[in-house]
């Protein structure tokens, strides 16, 4: 989930009312005043609209309205066996988040029924209320494979809840840096895959005509199903973005340490490419398999970009940086670009970062390249070796030392960390 922080003044507390249409439609002056209306009423916001014509909607769509359903808060405890400790899948600013089971038949018996997760408010979140009507507004309008999908809400009285469907995979910071027989380590193609999958949910989402800016882009808001499709989640931070005329909206400072934008940082102002520089961060992890931040590391390594920046435009060190656990299965020449790619995207000054449209072509092209390193025949080797000899054959060596003088020159070589 990350470590957020915000402006400590900011500290958003629930409202005393159960109607969904005066807090979340920013646009319809109207407050509903029965459940009835709430739920028609959900989100009426018409500065939020697809670009007719854009190719990235082909793939998905902004709704009207939401189309979610309305849980009870009996129906989730249920689901969730009361919100049991061994049914949590993590836990965040806003609060935990549970596994369940929804199956009217089965009536939420563990491992009957469709999975989902249950996002539920912690009493003393700090992010709370504001992060959850965010959610529901956008992304409960939002549609798009690479967008995890919010099937409904929960608001009774205190209790605050949203429902996703369930992604069997858990999200991408749990396998780059997850420990344990149960993490399973991701091979350079799936890494390839994710970084293109959570490109284009970025660039959906930046190609409406009032443009939104995810400003949370981190690994652990990337999720996976089954197959390794990559997912955004958590729209708690969610903005719309500058209108035609101007270049950034000015908001408080909101996010995780190590992604965000330096701009953002220092001023408040919030570009549509501030995501970018977050996607830069992300597939710099990707490469080395090193979190953005860990105060664990030596001094001048706390922060990953400040520390591997130098790596990165050097195709000679940049080996040096690659994830160990890659074994060194993975085309050189797809790396150096992927950190020529993650240079770009970490550019000091936003105007000159890519488009999320231009990051996924680059990658899509990065992804044709062979995947696995081309290793000499051994046919060729034999014939080496006998040209060789042939030509030699006063310094033969035995195996032996052969062997000796390997082992040496192998120890001379730089580690890879």
Known sequence: MGICWCSPADNPTPATTTHLSSVISQSTSNTASTATSRDSNISRDSRFSASSGDEAFQNGQILPT???????????????????????LGEGGFGKVFKGWLDEKAAGKSGIGIPIAVKKLSSEGWQGFEEWKSEVNFLGRLSHPHLVRLLGYCWEDKELLLVYEFMQKGSLDNHLFGRGSTVQSLDWKIRITIAIGAAKGLSFLHS??????????????????????????????AKLGPSANQSHVTTRVMGTYGYAAPEYVATGHLYVKSDVYGFGVVLVEILTGLRALDTNRPNGQHNLVDWVKPYLSDRRKLKNIMDHRLEGKYPSK????????????????????????????????????????????????????????????????????????????????PQAR
């Open 66 to 88: 939401p189309n979610l359903r309305d849980f009870s808060f009996a129906e989730l405890r249920v689901a969730t066996k009361n919100f049991r400790p061994d049914m949590v």
């Open 208 to 237: 409406s005509d009032k443009k939104v800016i995810y400003r949370d882009f981190k690994a652990s808001n990337i999720l996976l199903d089954r197959s390794y499709t990559a997912k955004l989640s958590d729209f708690g931070l």
């Open 334 to 413: 797809a790396a150096v670009r992927v950190a020529q790619l993650a240079l770009k995207c970490l550019q000091s000054e936003p105007k000159y970062r890519p488009s999320m449209k231009e990051v996924v072509d680059t990658l899509e092209q990065i992804d044709l390249i062979d995947e696995t390193p081309k290793e000499p025949r051994k046919h060729a080797a034999c014939q080496t070796n006998r040209r060789h000899h042939q030509q030699q054959p006063l310094h033969h060596q035995s195996p032996l030392a052969s062997k000796h003088e390997t082992k040496r020159a192998d120890s001379n070589r």
